[in-house]
């Protein structure tokens, strides 16, 4: 017969067994959470430390990243330059024996006429222009002998301007272009030197020929030009013996008739 007392022990025993039990199921499932947040929350922190930085970037594109020291010194040195006006003389036509003057002039001075003494028959263009004090300044085209009169690289000074010149010989005859190339000299910290160059200006001239010219001078660079216009010339001169030997003959026979 079990007594009061003796169930109440039992049942206090089976309630700490229980209890015991549970404590040790609730020991083990804290020691897998922790196995396992190591296992896989520690890559995960990792993974996002590493990239946060990226993802910043990315989340924020208007914010460009800062320039390096060239690129400020490039910038602050194109800065520095002042306005000043460039004029760029050449002739309109030209003849196919003959040589012509191409000026480039060049200020500091927004003010100053650049045109004054510059040739009245060429085509004369001014515009605005970034200077800075030392200036480089080429013309180029395939179809004209160029010499350079004056330096590629001139100084600029505030007082007057400064003029670049080039000889220009025509070697074909036609519509050919000449192609006028200006740029800054910027200089940098550590001796460097870089160049700024502005859109490059083109001019476009009609070149006569020269028959009597073409028939005489070959030019050896471009055979096919060389034949082309030595036929032309020589048919040109053929074509004025013939008229000249029918005007000759016809007053002959006006006088014989007479």
Request: with cysteine; charged share 25%; glycine share 6%.
């Given at each position: 017969?079990v007594t ?7 049942v206090?025993?089976w ?13 083990l499932m804290?020691t897998?959470?922790?196995k ?6 520690l890559?995960?922190?990792i ?8 993802v910043r970037h990315l ?9 390096d020291?060239?690129?400020?010194a ?5 800065r520095?330059?002042q306005p000043?006006?460039i ?6 036509n ?8 191409v ?6 001075n927004?003010n ?12 004369i263009k ?7 004090s ?14 350079r009169l004056?330096k590629?690289?001139q ?9 670049w ?5 025509p070697l074909?005859?036609?519509t ?7 740029c800054?000299r910027?200089?940098?910290?550590g001796?460097?030197?870089?160049r700024?160059c502005s859109?490059v ?6 070149v006569?020929i020269?028959?009597l010219?073409?028939?005489?001078h070959?030019?050896?660079?471009d055979?096919k ?12 001169v ?5 008229a000249?030997?029918?005007k ?11």
């Amino acid at each position: 017969m079990v007594t009061h007392d003796g169930f109440s022990r039992t049942v206090g025993r089976w309630g700490i067994q229980c209890w015991a039990k549970l404590y040790r199921e609730l020991v083990l499932m804290k020691t897998r959470f922790k196995k396992l947040a190591v296992t896989v929350g520690l890559p995960i922190i990792i993974l996002v430390l590493l990239l946060y930085p990226v993802v910043r970037h990315l989340s924020s594109p208007g914010q460009p990243a800062p320039p390096d020291d060239l690129e400020l010194a490039l910038r602050n040195a194109v800065r520095a330059l002042q306005p000043g006006k460039i004029a760029f003389e050449s002739p309109i036509n030209m003849k196919q024996s003959e040589s012509e003057k191409v000026e480039v002039r060049i200020a500091k001075n927004v003010n100053q006429d650049l045109t004054k003494g510059l040739g009245t028959n060429g085509n004369i263009k001014v515009e605005n222009i970034k200077v800075g004090s030392l200036m480089v300044a080429s013309l180029n085209g395939s179809a004209f002998r160029i010499t350079r009169l004056t330096k590629e690289e001139q100084a600029v000074t505030d007082d007057n301007y400064t003029a670049w010149d080039w000889e220009v010989h025509p070697l074909d005859w036609g519509t050919h272009k000449l192609y006028l190339t200006v740029c800054v000299r910027l200089e940098l910290p550590g001796k460097r030197e870089e160049r700024r160059c502005s859109p490059v200006h083109d001019r476009e001239i009609e070149v006569k020929i020269d028959p009597l010219y073409a028939t005489t001078h070959f030019i050896k660079d471009d055979p096919k030009w060389s034949i082309t216009t030595a036929v032309s010339g020589f048919t040109f001169v053929i074509g004025g013996i013939v008229a000249t030997v029918r005007k000759l003959r016809k007053k002959e026979r006006m006088g014989f008739h007479g």
